[in-house]
């Protein structure tokens, strides 16, 4: 038996947003791999089996799936959203640039997804209908002075800013702080989207001007859209809609 | 009968990257309305009409589904990749915006999809797995040195860069420019994606370093990554895998 490993983006949690490729490659799947709430939304059936794991724990699952499909295996890991987007991706390939050589002659694919800023994008309108930037605010990987750098620069660019964990427990204040960054360029009221739990039955979407933006109106299954200068609301009888033009000046 | 208008996102080509969503949209659409290649990937069936035009006519496009909607047809306007992605979502909420009072009551949904700088990733491997920014190259719709203002902070914020858009009839030094204010800023040899036409029979990818890379490497159907300085590649049988780390210092 020839194995593979296929990288699957989910996306944001309604299955009508799972593309058939990836439905296919589960289905064909032995072994699916993943973060325990991804791993739980696969059906499980005979000649499948099932990998669930725990967060912060990516490389050991890399490795994991990698030494699977080098045996014959036919591994699917999970990820929500687009695996490519702060997601597993890197993590494996991370893990074949370090790891045995042997590795690098896998088939390895990658299936996108749907991912979180764009579901909320289109839930809200078109915040990121212009120029954009995703920016992951955990500092886990990266220290603190870079994000914050990364975010004086994306504003003073005028893009819109996709904010992607926006609240890690190690610090729950850097949201907060990102806030003062973008306040301290931008003086004026440019709407901020609290996007949380796209398209799952907890869905909830909150926009206000950027001075009364604060960093406990999200949680981890929150993403953070930061219009830019030019974002607009249009007010409609319900929730208002929110969008960037497509022309700057 | 009570119209509504999907804006949907038939993602890069491949029709396995099409959502479920979008296709029950167009199972239960009345017209189909969109640029004519992509209309021309719908299934005409009785009871559909297919309303094909052409490309720069976005806002006409926008008022004529509107209108339909309006008069209680189902709508679906049809965007290649995602419609909230410099395509056809910020077209509509601009015609709402401006455009007639009752036209904000609608039943307008956007319906995201797979974006071209995300499916190319995908194919590549994961170069756009830190921080990243899209850019839309063309300048109908901005002034040059704004883009080139963007070009150049997204560089100094360390970025991976996704360029759409990259060749205007208009200006096809656009990308040359760029490149040049890259060179000018990143002094390495970061690795430069061309993905045409990913997903369809005409993929090809290319992956040259920055001191290399060209303009006319690119057509109006590639989405081209510039890595950011950690993006690295991984040598192997046939094609090298190209990501980005997901920690930074």
């Known amino acids: 038996m020839t194995g593979w490993l296929a990288i699957a983006g989910l996306g944001p949690g309604d299955e009508a947003l799972v593309t058939p490729e990836v439905t296919a490659a589960l289905a064909a799947a032995t072994d ?15 000649g499948l089996t099932l990998h669930p794991s725990d967060n912060r724990v990516e490389m050991d699952r890399a490795a994991h799936a990698l030494m699977l499909a080098a045996g014959g295996a036919r591994v699917v890991i999970v990820s929500s959203g687009d695996p490519g987007v702060f997601a597993m991706a890197a993590a494996v390939f991370e893990a074949v640039d370090h ?15 749907i991912t979180a800023m764009l579901a909320a994008s289109a839930r809200a309108g078109a915040p990121l209908g212009h120029d954009f930037c995703a920016i992951n605010l955990s500092d886990n990987l990266k220290p603190w002075p870079l994000i914050e750098r990364r975010v004086r620069l ?9 904010v992607y964990n926006p609240r890690s427990k190690a610090r729950p204040d850097g949201l907060d702080r990102a806030f003062a960054v973008l306040r301290d360029i931008c003086a004026d009221a440019r709407p901020v989207l609290f996007a949380h739990a796209v398209s799952t039955p907890q869905e909830a979407l909150h ?15 929150t993403v953070v859209i930061v219009g830019s200068s030019q974002t607009r609301i249009i007010e409609r009888p319900g929730t208002p809609l929110l969008y960037t033009p497509r022309s700057a000046s």
């Open 207 to 221: 926009i206000v001007p950027l001075p009364d933006a604060r960093g406990d109106m999200a949680d981890m299954r």
């Open 154 to 162: 994306a504003a003073e660019a005028d893009f819109a800013i996709a």
């Open 32 to 46: 699916v791999i993943g973060y325990i709430p991804y791993v739980a939304r696969v059906t499980p059936r005979p």
């Open 99 to 113: 790891g045995e050589a042997a590795w690098r002659t896998l088939d390895i694919r990658v299936l996108p997804g």
